[in-house]
């Protein structure tokens, strides 16, 4: 199947991404653990050795700060109120995608690129706080 020309294309605005460095683990067929290099909410580049296969679905685990996905409730009420994001340093929120290996990279840094197709709204909702938070420069590593 080939694709329509260029001016018959739908435009669909890519999701902006950003260069991390974050632990995750890939259970497909096989398990892979590697580092996820490159992330939007729309998927994330996970350097790996061993790669899945073009099309393969596998569930991708890997964590965010939590201070770049704070919770809204405050914790305490009065004169120290103080909201979860303040008391989060450390702390990580785990994230759980469903998805598809989109593009294999054989040269270079190894690895694969997921194609999230179900993503939990909080999971969405800590990726896109973590992905705003280094796009805004935020004094905070990615690692």
């Known amino acids: 199947m080939t694709s329509p020309p260029r001016s018959q294309r739908t435009f669909r605005p890519r999701a902006a991404r950003v260069v991390v460095d974050r632990p995750a683990r890939a259970d497909g067929k096989h398990t892979s653990t590697g580092r996820v290099r490159d992330l939007s909410t729309a998927g994330a580049f996970v350097a790996c050795e061993r790669l899945p296969a073009l ?83 935020a004094p905070r590593t990615a690692g």
């Open 55 to 137: 099309g393969e679905r596998l569930t991708l685990r890997f964590t965010v700060p939590a201070r770049a996905a704070p919770l809204d409730e405050p914790l305490v009420s009065g004169p120290a109120e103080r909201s979860r994001e303040r008391l989060a340093p450390g702390h990580d929120v785990v994230v759980e995608a469903q998805g598809e290996v989109a593009h294999r990279r054989t040269t270079g840094e190894r690895g694969v690129g997921v194609r999230f197709v179900r993503l939990s709204h909080e999971s969405a909702r800590a990726i896109q706080r973590f992905v705003d938070a280094l796009l805004a420069g």
